[in-house]
């Protein structure tokens, strides 16, 4: 039985949210804070009516690090889940190591003034953490996250050695409207406009953003789809962690209305993150721009279709070589009846609960800073499946 502190109440803290309090017999006590605490309220409020549960709730800045020390201090959580943005990373893990609590978090950090995210700057808490012994788990959410673990159930079960990996991520979603992004539009637009780039033969190698195409056709009705290749951050980790990578990509499909305002907003400089003067005030033009966009936890009584994300991947088995690909379906209204949101918050809050679940039951705790490849995957797969996300593998004849 533990408590938990979940930090950020957007879609997919809601998600997240629910599936703790589904899985009672585990987290026992669930505290919700936020920025914003009408978005917490209401969270709990849900909660209480779907499954008459009752969380607390609390206003935190967690950019404050004293303000969410205190915070912590109060609580005594056995977790801190960070589902806030990639901008309160380091300043959370900064709280939990001071408060003295293992973290968990979705995304990795990114500094607010350069569109760019590596993992370099939580890596370097590795011996913070390790020397405090705590646990961080990092990308706890599906891409980061379930890809990460569909590597690692690969690489234990399926293969000696991954030589090829496409991570492809589909979102086969109609939500009618001419223009919305499926998770918060800032991080969404900094990280789609920002240069591709994979891994091959030992080094990256960068395109310019979204410039290389493949049509790939999806299983269970969803069909054949362009998706462009993208550079994402589970590629970081995987290329140090899966043994005999030759080559590694990211591919995420867009439909020809997305890509054109996409460009529209870049012509016009709507995408910028420096500030410019306006009225005498300085705005940050994605800034602005994100607060004109529909808020993504809004999408889901109108988004209908379903989510594909999945690895394919290539290597060998004792001296055969094989191609294995490992995807999960998810249906945005399925999501919306069970729990309002759409399969976006859905495929990543469910893993973010499942990610904390390993942690608090001690069977991914070991101190340190820690990627999802890193930690063993199967009983995480197990209750994955469980808790809405099962997930398929096929040797497809390519
Ligand atoms: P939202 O914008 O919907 O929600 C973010 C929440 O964080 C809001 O409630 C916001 O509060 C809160 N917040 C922001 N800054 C602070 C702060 N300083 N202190 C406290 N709370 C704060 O985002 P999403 O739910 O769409 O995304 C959440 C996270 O999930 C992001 O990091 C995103 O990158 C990640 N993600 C990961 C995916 C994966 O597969 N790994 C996929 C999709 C998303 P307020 O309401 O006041 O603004």
């Known amino acids: 039985m533990a408590k938990v502190l979940i930090i950020g109440a957007g879609g997919v803290s809601s998600v997240a949210t629910h599936k703790c309090a589904q899985a009672a017999h585990i987290f026992s006590e669930i505290v919700l804070a936020s920025r914003t605490k009408s978005k917490c309220d209401a969270i709990a409020a849900s909660v209480k009516e779907r499954y008459g549960r009752d969380i607390e709730t609390a206003q935190v800045d967690a950019d404050n690090v004293p303000e969410l020390v205190a915070l912590i201090k109060k609580v005594q959580p056995d977790l801190v889940m960070n589902i806030a943005l990639p901008y309160q990373d380091l300043h959370i893990m900064d709280a939990c190591l001071e408060a003295g609590v293992n ?52 690489q234990k079960h399926l293969f000696d050695e991954i030589h090829v990996l496409d991570i492809i991520d589909a979102n086969a979603g109609d939500h009618g409207l001419p223009f919305a992004t499926n998770f918060n539009p800032e991080i969404n637009l900094r990280e789609v406009s920002a240069p591709g780039r994979y891994w091959e033969r030992g080094e990256w190698v960068e395109t310019d953003p979204l410039a290389w195409k493949m049509n790939f056709d999806f299983p269970e009705g969803i069909g054949k789809k362009n998706c462009y290749l993208m550079y994402h951050e589970e590629l970081e980790s995987l290329v140090q962690n899966l043994k005999g990578i030759r080559r590694a990509r990211f591919w995420m499909t867009f439909g020809d209305a997305y890509l054109n305002h996409l460009q529209v907003f870049k012509n016009v400089g709507l995408i910028g993150i420096d500030p410019i003067k306006f009225q005498g005030q300085d ?55 069970e729990l309002g949101s759409q399969a976006i918050s859905y495929t990543t809050g469910v893993p973010a609960m499942v990610g904390a679940m390993m942690m608090v039951t001690g069977k991914w705790n070991k101190p340190g800073v820690w990627n999802m490849e890193q930690m063993d995957p199967d009983p995480f797969l197990e209750e994955l499946a469980k808790y809405g996300l099962p997930w398929t593998v096929i040797e497809p004849a390519l």
């Open 283 to 337: 705005i940050v033009p994605i800034q602005f721009l994100a607060k004109l966009l529909p808020d993504p936890a809004s999408l889901g009584p109108r988004t209908v279709g379903k989510t594909c994300i999945g690895c394919l991947m290539k290597g060998v088995k004792d001296g055969e070589e094989k191609t294995y690909y490992i995807y999960n379906i998810c249906d945005h209204q399925a999501c919306y009846r």
């Open 103 to 154: 973290y968990l978090d979705t995304a990795n950090y990114e500094p607010l003034d350069d569109a760019h995210f590596e993992y370099k700057w939580q890596w370097a808490y590795k011996e913070k953490f390790e020397k405090a012994g705590l646990c961080a788990l990092l990308g706890s959410g599906f891409d980061p996250g379930v890809t990460n673990v569909f590597c690692a159930y690969a």
